[in-house]
C-alpha cells in the first residue's frame, strides 16, 4: 500500500510556471506507476501524464504535451510535474496517483490518489 502527498499548488499568473510534487510512503515505490490527473470545476477529471516504474517512458495529454514534464526520483520517492507556460485553463485540482498493475494503465487502474493540489492560473 502506498499514500501519496501532493504539494506544490498555488496561484500563478498566464506564462508562469510551477512544479508540482508528490511524495510517497513506503519501500516499493519504484514499483509503481506514477501519474498526474486534474479535476477543474463543472469538468471530469482529465488524465495529464504519467512515468513508468523506471522513469525513461512518460505519456502526455494533448493539452499539456510539450509544456509539462513528468518525472521521478525513486530515491526520494517522489514524482514531480513541472508545468511551464501556464494557461488559464490548467486551473484546476491536480492529483498524483499509482498503481501496480503491469501494463499500461487506464485511469481506472490506478487504485492509490492523493488529497490534491490546487493550481490556478491568472489571465
Known amino acids: 500500500q502506498v499514500q501519496l502527498v501532493e504539494s506544490g499548488g498555488g496561484l500563478v499568473q498566464a506564462g508562469g510556471s510551477l512544479r508540482l510534487s508528490c511524495a510517497a510512503s513506503g519501500r516499493t515505490f519504484s514499483t509503481y506507476r506514477m501519474a498526474w490527473f486534474r479535476h477543474a470545476p463543472g469538468k471530469e477529471r482529465e488524465f495529464v501524464a504519467r512515468?513508468?516504474?523506471?522513469?525513461?517512458?512518460?505519456d502526455y495529454s494533448n493539452s499539456v504535451k510539450g509544456r509539462f514534464t513528468i518525472s521521478r526520483d525513486n530515491a526520494k520517492n517522489t514524482v514531480y510535474l513541472q508545468m511551464n507556460s501556464l494557461k488559464p485553463e490548467d486551473t484546476a485540482v491536480y492529483y498524483c496517483a499509482a498503481t501496480n498493475t503491469m501494463v499500461i494503465p487506464t485511469e481506472e487502474m490506478y487504485n492509490y490518489w492523493g488529497q490534491g493540489t490546487q493550481v490556478t492560473v491568472s489571465s
Open positions: 512515468i513508468n516504474r523506471g522513469g525513461d517512458s512518460t
